[in-house]
């Protein structure tokens, strides 16, 4: 059964740090989607991605934040100047009529 | 904008009783409703779904979940619980209106007690 993939599956970076967090979709969709979840938080969502541009993103995806499908497959999550609060897991997915299929996270832990 | 209500951070049940898990979303027309599972440290599974039509959703591992438009609800329930459904459960809606981001509740502990 296809599955979407992430990697790496745990990141540690010196603040400041610029990072890419890397996903593989599941090959026929066309929506891509970032989410993170703070150690204890619910799950938030950072950002779409359709048809090679952000279709919408949220207040925590600011000007540090970046997305990018740099190919056929990838689709990234760039943080140029990583912050002690952006220590979080990191959730992609990917949807097919509806149905969002989440990858198992990249967890990130900022020093 | 739509927002998810999960009243119970945790519940305990003993293996083998019945669990319901209370889920409420604030929107004004029928949102896309899900329930995912989360084991620590990993991913989100999707439990069920809720697009339209029969308001009662049969999911995976033995449990559905009831729309019930009248209360903004849609509950997850499992007549049995077993000690691997230990886990994290949230509820989920997505508006199209509002794009097609999924909305997570806060999440709820169940603990299996033996």
């Known amino acids: 059964e296809p599955e979407v993939t992430q990697t790496p599956s745990h990141q540690v970076t010196q603040m400041g740090q610029e990072v890419i967090l890397r996903c593989v979709p599941i090959?026929?969709?066309?929506?891509f989607y970032w989410y993170r979840q703070i150690l204890g938080q619910k799950v938030e969502f950072l950002v779409s991605?359709?048809?090679?541009?952000?279709?919408?993103k949220s207040e925590i995806f600011d000007d540090q934040f970046s997305v990018e499908r740099p190919d056929g497959s990838n689709f990234t999550l760039k943080i140029r100047s990583t912050k002690l609060e952006d220590s979080a897991m990191y959730f992609c997915?990917?949807?097919?009529?509806?149905?969002?299929?989440f990858g198992p996270g990249t967890r990130l832990t900022v020093l | 904008a739509q927002s998810v209500t999960q009243p119970d951070i945790h519940i305990t049940v003993s293996e083998g009783a019945s669990l319901e898990l209370r889920c409420n979303y604030s929107y004004g027309a029928t949102p896309y409703l899900f329930w995912y599972v989360q084991s620590p440290g990993q991913g989100l599974q999707l439990l069920l779904k809720?697009?339209?039509?029969?308001?009662l959703v049969q999911g995976i591992k033995g449990f559905e979940a009831e729309f019930k438009r009248s209360q903004s609800s849609f509950n997850l329930r499992k007549p049995s619980v077993h000690w691997s459904d230990a886990a994290e459960y949230f509820c989920?809606?997505?508006?199209?209106?509002?794009?097609?981001?999924?909305?997570f509740g806060a999440g709820t502990i169940l603990r299996v007690k033996s």
């Open positions: 991605f359709y048809n090679n541009e952000i279709s919408e």
């Open positions: 997915a990917s949807s097919w009529e509806g149905e969002q299929f």
């Open positions: 809720y697009f339209s039509g029969d308001t």
């Open positions: 090959s026929n969709h066309l929506y």
């Open positions: 989920a809606v997505v508006a199209m209106e509002y794009g097609n981001k999924l909305v």
